[in-house]
């Protein structure tokens, strides 16, 4: 489990939030997942930059990046953006990159065993831009409803 502590601008996010909540839900609704994609694109450009390189590249070809929107109600909805790896079609798979990112116990034939240490690239992006991410999704959210008002 990851655990972050991030200090953020809550008045500026209360005041962006404040703009998007005066247009229709579909058009806040795009605006947030525009957002939320331009911050988490950050991450997976590092990600992919950090992946270990093998002939085929698949690994850093694989990293992934989903959108899924979850209504929280009368809070209005929840964003999450999930960066992972492709693990279909079988001939682009990147299912191994979790033993990478994780390390993993490899028994031999003799039945002793061996630890592959770890060589973690998704974590590392995450920790690494952060705070970086949050100023993009403020900043797109702010064009984005700039951009709406004109």
């Not at 009368?74 to 079988?90: E, N, Y």
């Not at 984005?144 to 004109?150: E, G, H």
């Amino acid at each position: 489990m990851i655990q972050v502590s991030i200090e953020v601008d809550q008045g500026e996010l209360r005041k962006l939030e404040r703009r998007l909540n005066k247009f229709p839900e579909k058009t806040a609704r795009r605006v947030f997942r525009s957002a939320g994609r331009k911050a988490m694109k950050i991450v997976q450009k590092e990600a992919q930059a950090n992946a270990p390189r093998g002939e085929t590249g698949n690994l850093a070809a694989g990293i992934l990046m989903k959108l899924k929107e979850r209504s929280l109600g009368v809070k209005g909805i929840s964003l999450d953006v999930w960066l992972g790896l492709r693990l279909k079609p079988r001939d682009r798979s990147a299912w191994y990159g979790r033993l990478i990112e994780t390390g993993w116990m490899l028994k031999l034939r003799d039945g002793s065993r061996k630890h592959i240490k770890a060589r973690p690239f998704l974590r590392p992006a995450f920790h690494k831009n952060v705070r970086n991410m949050l100023k993009v999704f403020q900043k797109a959210l702010r064009r984005s409803l700039d951009r709406l008002v004109k």
